[in-house]
């Protein structure tokens, strides 16, 4: 079973500041994604890396994926009240069944105005 | 396109009764999921269909539970008896394929209370 381990939990910042999510894992895995969701809401995909070492950029949000893709970071620029929500990465790895995509806890993120 | 639409969005039953929980994926996607989330343990994959067939349902946690998918419009997720700890948050999402790079839709989720 890959397990996802995110840190830290729980973040309650002030607007304007930086941050930065771990994703962390002992296993491989083909693609990481990033989702977001919203009280009362599904999770929503922000980000998929693929390639190890690759570096995507979203306005704020800069994702990354480890050279041994077993890990990722996002880290947010200039946080804004809006950014507020749960964060979760979320990993595929292939298995004799097919496909499938492993959650991470999460990380609940609150941006103070 | 309406997304992916699950009912009810809130349950609330008593131990022991049954609970049917429903789900329509988006129009052209070969892939189901259904998941449950909680607190303690998270987003967790339950089971999901491919053509309206079952892949993997080894994220089911007992006899309890049951899923079928009769037709690529329509999936249910059945728990029968219910417990207090089946109270959760379900999502249902859907996809194109299955392959490593493919975006996930989900609902916006049954919230489930059995007392």
């Known amino acids: 079973t890959q397990l996802l381990e995110q840190s830290p939990q729980f973040l309650s910042i002030q607007e304007g500041e930086n941050l930065t999510v771990y994703c962390n894992s002992s296993?491989?895995?083909?693609?990481l994604q990033w989702y977001r969701q919203e009280p009362g809401e599904g999770p929503v995909l922000l980000v998929t890396v693929v390639t190890g070492g690759e570096v995507k950029k979203l306005k704020r949000l800069t994702f990354q994926f480890g050279d041994a893709r077993k890990d990722s970071s996002l880290h947010i620029t200039a946080a804004q009240p809006g950014d507020t929500g749960l964060y979760l990465c979320a990993g595929w790895a292939f298995g004799t069944s097919g496909s499938r995509l492993t959650f991470g806890e999460g990380t609940q993120l609150t941006v103070n105005p | 396109d309406a997304g992916v639409i699950q009912s009810p969005r809130h349950e609330v039953t008593e131990m022991g009764q049954e609970v049917t929980l429903r789900c329509k994926p988006i129009s052209g996607h070969d892939y189901l999921f259904w998941y449950r989330q909680t607190m303690m343990r998270g987003l967790e994959l339950l089971i999901y269909?491919?053509?309206?067939?079952?892949?993997?349902d080894s994220g089911m946690p007992e006899d309890r539970f049951s899923a079928k998918m009769p037709n690529a419009s329509f999936s249910t997720l059945k728990i029968q008896p219910s417990e207090p700890r089946d109270s959760a948050v379900y999502f249902c999402a859907s996809s194109l394929w299955d392959r490593g790079s493919d975006e996930q839709f989900f609902g916006p989720g049954t919230r489930l209370t059995v007392l």
């Open positions: 269909f491919n053509n309206n067939v079952p892949i993997d």
């Open positions: 296993s491989v895995f083909s693609s």
